[in-house]
């Protein structure tokens, strides 16, 4: 798999929910629609209150669309190359699993890993408040939050590796039916 399809890819789905998002979020009322704060949690500085802010958070979702795909897709390539015993022909493989896990986990711990780190150097622009959403167990910046953090991160890289590579080989090409 080539990297930069994949980002040009998530740039687009990335910048569609970004888009869809501030639409909504200008549209319904505060109350009903709390999307905003997971940008607000997410994007570095980010608020709703110019379109400066709005420009830098596209900006920020394009970057992070060709982080995504720059260290995932050769982490899975490699991986892929690893555990695979059965290379040739441009027919469409079913994924397996093992190379999936490795590539996400991988890419997973890295991101988090960075994450933390930053949220360590700039606590004023810190992740915490996602992170406990997202991470059950993690209460804040310590050692005891990080591994539990990390935890989380890898059960999420299995869930994720598992229903990617359960859809994309029900879906696969060679599956379905020529269309003429």
Known sequence: MQPYPIAIALSFIFLALYMVCVALHYILPESAWQM?????????????????????GMLEIIIGS???????IPLF??????????????TMRPLRFKPMFFAVTSFAVLTYVLCFIFDLIFPRESMT???????????????ASFFIGLLGVIGYSVYISAVFVLIYNIFRVEKMPEMK
């Not at 390539?77 to 441009?90: C, H, L, S």
């Open 129 to 143: 408040e996602i992170w406990t959403i997202l991470l059950p167990g993690f209460t804040g910046l310590s050692w």
């Open 66 to 72: 060709y982080y995504i795909a720059y260290t995932l």
């Open 36 to 56: 905003y704060r997971f940008w607000e949690m997410t994007l570095i500085g980010f608020t709703w209150l110019t379109s400066m802010s709005l420009l830098f």
């Open 77 to 90: 390539n490699y991986f892929d190359k690893k555990y695979n015993t059965n290379i040739g022909g441009n």
